[in-house]
């Protein structure tokens, strides 16, 4: 297993190109599933994720090609990959899969929408508490599915094709409102979505599902509605920017007290973790280019945080908000509304000599001035860059285990840090 050794003390300063987000690349590759046509997707992040989700959706009947690098192309550029589900040969998503990454569960609305079935795994992904498909499976009941669990399985079937109908989530949820827009975009009739999620990345999908035909109003907003069509076509799109991946980086730059423009990242998509890093004291400039993220000098201010779905603070940057809170002058509070065990890199944060207390839903940070490099182990995703963070500032060096957990969802991570003057190196398990 690779590690990552960083020796910290720099402070990051340069250019990182942001690249396009996982968590829109995961739905808009399953789209592919409701379509014979060809759906292009442009500046896709070359993850460990998307490399699954591509075998996983070849093992359904997708076949999938890569354009190579085009003349003066940077090697970390996003990629163009065609994909097109001709014939859906098997609406079977197996155990071994699924249980590798939670969004591949999403192919049951595409497959039930397309094929009229769908027999998926429950799925596994980050350990990061319970995390039920009860939302999921509800909307789609909406829409006709009669759902039955047998053998760890979700045995979704429609038949007589989903009909439109009013779906009211009790809570946001992005995996939920993919899932509904996917399987109404092809029932008989109009859907109305109502609590749908805000996120970005639900947007993106929805735009790509009315380039491929489909008639959605209101994507975005907390209430969507959708006229499906008996068909869809195929599309070509361009992932969105990751604004998880440019809040991380973000974070970083506050943290070691540097100077980076994020390329490419989108200041409406970070508001919130952008308040937050302004009032701890870095300065954020938004221009065409991307956003400049600085803080020369100046001390980190402590500032409490709550997790809300969009356009709230992200989950997804909790972790890494509160590795930047362990250096602030004073104590902070972070409270987790969203997941209820992510926290797991408390502990771990805890052997760089940092000082946090957990209350219930919330984490209680004393800042410390210096944090000490250790040895640390990664836990999940979001939690694992939070390490990295703190590694980068602090004394000596750190060694990060497992980091396949961060090949998962960050692209070319240490030559984006390396290029902006990081010292971090990976250690292959051969080396
Ligand atoms: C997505 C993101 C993940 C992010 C999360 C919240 C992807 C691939 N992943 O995950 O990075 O942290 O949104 O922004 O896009 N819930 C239920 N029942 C359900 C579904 C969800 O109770 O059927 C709960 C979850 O346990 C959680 C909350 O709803 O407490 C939000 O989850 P959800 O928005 O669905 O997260 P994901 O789509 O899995």
Known sequence: MDRIRIVGG???NGVIPISGAKNAALPLMIASLLTDRTVTLENLPRLADVSLLVRILSNHGVDYSIDGRRQGEEQDAGQTVHMTAREIVDTVAPYELVSRMRASFWVVAPLLA??????VSLPGGCAIGTRPVDLLLMALERLGASIEIDAGYVVAKAHKGLRGAEVTFPKVTVGGTHVALMAAA???????????????EVLDLADLLVKMGAR????????????????????????????IEAGTYAMAAAMTGGDVML??????????????????????DASEEGLRIRRNGGPIRPVDISTAPFPGFPTDLQAQFMALMTRAKGVSRITETIFENRFMHVQELARFGAQIRLEGDSAIVEGRPVLKGAPVMATDLRASVSLVIAALAAEGESMVQRVYHLDRGFEALERKLSRCGADVTRISSGD
Do not use: F, M, W, Y
């Open 263 to 284: 390329q490419g990242a989108k200041a409406e998509h970070l508001k919130a973790a952008l308040d937050a890093l302004e009032q701890s004291g870095a300065t954020v």
């Open 186 to 200: 092809l029932a008989q009739g109009t859907t109305v979505l109502h609590n749908a999620a805000r996120e970005p």
């Open 10 to 12: 720099n402070p990051l």
């Open 216 to 243: 959605i109003r209101g994507a975005g907003q907390s209430v969507i509605e959708i006229d499906g069509v008996a068909r869809l076509n195929g599309a070509k799109h361009r992932v969105l920017p990751d604004r």
């Open 114 to 119: 397309r094929c009229g079935e769908a027999r």
